[in-house]
């Protein structure tokens, strides 16, 4: 197929080098340039704009960092775009946004499909990712051959919106983990507890979760190449609480957690990847969190 890529970030570049090696003709744009770089060695074409990609595929994929830039390269595809056309949104965005944007795409006669997903950089480099799609089923049916190479699984879940609020329930609940144990952690050290016996208690008690059956074995290292700034994580938790107050939902403790990285943030930590989180944890609570290795 010829399909189109706009953002080649550590999500959109691994995506379209994938779609190369699928065999697919692939047209790329970034506002960087640069970042087309290696994927034209590897034989995609970059163009100057969205209209250019939307004029050259029958498919483009986008992966945005904000619902400002999704509506934004939106409108611009939209100028180049012929009837038919469709625009798959990979990105965390509003629910509402996006039903939005389907209706003007629609009223262009093109189709917009709403396909967030779980698994970061890694699981676009890897194929591992999940895509959380919403939109018309003629539409899902045509891309979901692409999809499905790309990633695990794919979950339809009907009308444009519910992708996104699928993708935000996930989001909350991966934040609000990991923020819980480093709290639960940084009270462990603080009572001079060893965090090493403090993770088998948790994980052999019952409490676990994915962060402290996983992640946690990582929390030694700092200052990682940034896969998923805390900026855009901060940016997530706000759509997270507002989504909430759109559907009028209680949502206490993702106002608490949209706060701590709003706080990261201004802390100076936004452009650090997430991992670094218990770096900001750390700094809150003025100790060190460190992890002995796991007992033989």
């Known amino acids: 197929m010829r399909i189109g890529v706009i953002g080649l970030g550590n999500i959109?570049?691994?995506?379209?080098?994938?779609?190369?090696?699928?065999?697919?003709?692939?047209?790329?744009?970034?506002?960087?340039?640069?970042?087309?770089?290696?994927?034209?060695?590897?034989?995609?074409?970059?163009?100057?704009?969205?209209?250019?990609?939307?004029?050259?595929a029958e498919i483009t994929l986008a992966s945005l960092p904000s619902p400002d830039a999704v509506r934004a390269v939106a409108g611009a595809w939209l100028r180049g775009a012929a009837p038919g056309s469709i625009f798959v949104d990979l990105s965390t965005n509003s629910p509402r946004a996006v039903q939005e944007l389907g209706e003007r795409l629609a009223a262009a006669g093109c189709h917009l499909l709403e396909?967030?997903?779980?698994?970061?950089?890694?699981g676009?480099?890897?194929?591992?990712?999940?895509?959380?799609?919403?939109?018309?089923p003629q539409v899902y049916a045509r891309c979901q051959p692409v999809l499905e190479?790309?990633?695990?699984?794919?979950?339809?879940?009907?009308?444009?919106?519910?992708?996104?609020?699928?993708?935000?329930?996930?989001?909350?609940?991966?934040?609000?983990?990991?923020?819980?144990?480093?709290?639960?952690?940084?009270?462990?050290?603080?009572?001079g507890i060893d965090l090493r016996t403090m993770v088998e208690i948790v994980r052999t008690g019952g409490a676990s979760n994915f962060f402290m059956d996983r992640l946690v074995e990582g929390i030694n290292q700092r200052e990682r190449p940034p896969q998923f700034a805390l900026e855009l994580a901060a940016k997530d938790a706000r759509l997270i609480v507002d989504t909430a107050l759109q559907?009028?939902?209680?949502?206490?403790?993702?106002g608490q957690?949209?706060?701590?990285?709003?706080?990261?943030?201004?802390a100076g930590f936004g452009k650090r990847d997430w991992s670094d989180l218990v770096a900001f944890a750390e700094r809150q609570a003025d100790l060190k969190l460190e992890l002995a290795p796991p007992r033989i």
């Open 12 to 56: 959109g570049g691994a995506i379209a080098a994938n779609l190369l090696a699928d065999g697919h003709e692939v047209v790329v744009h970034d506002a960087d340039a640069e970042r087309a770089r290696a994927l034209v060695a590897a034989g995609a074409r970059a163009v100057d704009g969205p209209a250019e990609v939307a004029g050259a």
């Open 115 to 122: 396909a967030p997903l779980t698994g970061g950089a890694p």
């Open 124 to 136: 676009a480099q890897a194929r591992m990712l999940v895509f959380l799609v919403a939109g018309d």
């Open 149 to 191: 190479k790309l990633g695990r699984a794919t979950f339809h879940l009907g009308e444009l919106g519910r992708g996104n609020v699928a993708k935000l329930v996930n989001s909350l609940l991966a934040f609000t983990c990991t923020w819980v144990s480093l709290e639960g952690l940084c009270l462990a050290a603080a009572a």
């Open 247 to 254: 559907l009028g939902v209680p949502s206490p403790v993702a």
């Open 257 to 266: 957690i949209a706060q701590v990285f709003v706080s990261a943030v201004r």
